[in-house]
Nanobody
Framework: QVQLVESGGGLVQAGASLRLACVASGRTFSSYALGWFRQAPGKEREFVAGINWSGGSTYYADSVKGRFTISRDNAKNTVNLQMNSLKPEDTATYYC???????????????????WGQGTQVTVSS
């Protein structure tokens, strides 16, 4: 069982930066692949970024590539999302997720993840 708690959201202007953090409970944190997803009102939850168990492989949605960076610290049971050059279209609730780090895992799909946090709101004004 893994419990995830996100923090770091807020209201910022376009062009600003935010750093989201997700702290996980559980002794097997380092065995999980992790992801960040977001969901805007009236839209489906979408993939933002993913990272494998070691941090050696990362994956990004095209819409955030070059602006967002995912990282993890297995010693601290945390995964972070550094978001730079924020745009109004980045406005959403951001969710942290954890799933078994299996061969062939589809990081881009919500179905690959077993555990989800409650979300943190990010609002970017123009």
């Amino acid at each position: 069982q893994v419990q995830l708690v996100e923090s770091g959201g807020g209201l910022v202007q376009a062009g600003a930066s935010l750093r989201l953090a997700c702290v996980a409970s559980g002794r097997t944190f380092s065995s999980y692949a992790l992801g960040w997803f977001r969901q805007a009102p009236g839209k489906e939850r979408e993939f933002v970024a993913g990272i494998n168990w070691s941090g050696g492989s990362t994956y990004y949605a095209d819409s955030v590539k070059g602006r967002f960076t995912i990282s993890r610290d297995n010693a601290k049971n945390t995964v972070n999302l550094q978001m730079n050059s924020l745009k109004p279209e980045d406005t959403a609730t951001y969710y942290c997720a954890a799933g078994p780090n299996a061969r062939g895992m589809n990081y881009y799909s919500t179905w690959a993840y077993d555990y989800w946090g409650q979300g943190t709101q990010v609002t970017v004004s123009s």
